[in-house]
């Protein structure tokens, strides 16, 4: 609001809704409530969070809103989703230097037409893909889905510290999708996630940038449930204890069934 009120040139205000990189959740609906009362686009990337976390376009005054169909809708990657509101239509109209690809005005004008089209080749499996995993989450119901990914979340913040591991991001502002945790002491990466990977078989994603090393991530979204993440604790539980770190292996999973009982 500040900035805004500083600069009335702003044109648009973007926001990661889910990092997915620090697991940290932006309050997109609160931002939505501050952009209703001036000109500039709301542009908001829900790419790890739409179909696992709340997002409600036209509530929240989302202008542009953007995802991915690898993360919580769960279908392959390659694939990408797009909603413009009538002002984002007014501002992709002005647009004189055009893409090809990603030429709003082309996708509506073939969009629009009856049969819909699409400006060029379509990618037809992955339109299958994307077609079957949006009626599993819509089988599932978008509501259960959304309370799925914030129990799981739930699970694995308790889980956590039942090892005796620390979160990264501040809990009041944590994701329903992935939760990052700091690397025990004396843990290398390689050790830790290698271990986690190679002797027992569960991916966990490390850190970025200047968080290599420091961090690890798991990931809840898409198509899981209480089996994952027992799987997934039991994986930590296990290679923290053979590297010294932990006395109790099956802390984290114990936690994860009283989550789920
Ligand atoms: C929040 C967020 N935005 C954007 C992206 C980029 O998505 P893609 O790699 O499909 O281009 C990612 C990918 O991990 C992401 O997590």
Redesign the pocket.
Known sequence: KAALDADEDIKAVSV??????TGVAAPIEAIGKVMKDYDALYIV?T???LGGDYVDVDKFGIDVCIT?S??CIAAP?GM?AITLSDDAWAAADKVDSHTFYLDMQAAKKSGDKNPPQTPYTPSVSLTYAMNEALKMVMEEGLENRVARHHKAAKASVAAVKALGLELFADEKVSSATVTAVKMPEGITDADFRGTVRDKYGVELAGGQDHLKGNIFRIGHMGNISYKELVQTFAAIGMTLKGLGAIEDAGAGVASITESYL
Not at 16 to 21: A, D, G, M, P, Y
Request: hydrophobic share 20%; aromatic share 0%; no cysteine.
């Open positions: 990661v809704h889910n990092e997915t990189s990337d790419v790890s969070s991915g690898q993360k990657p990408a």
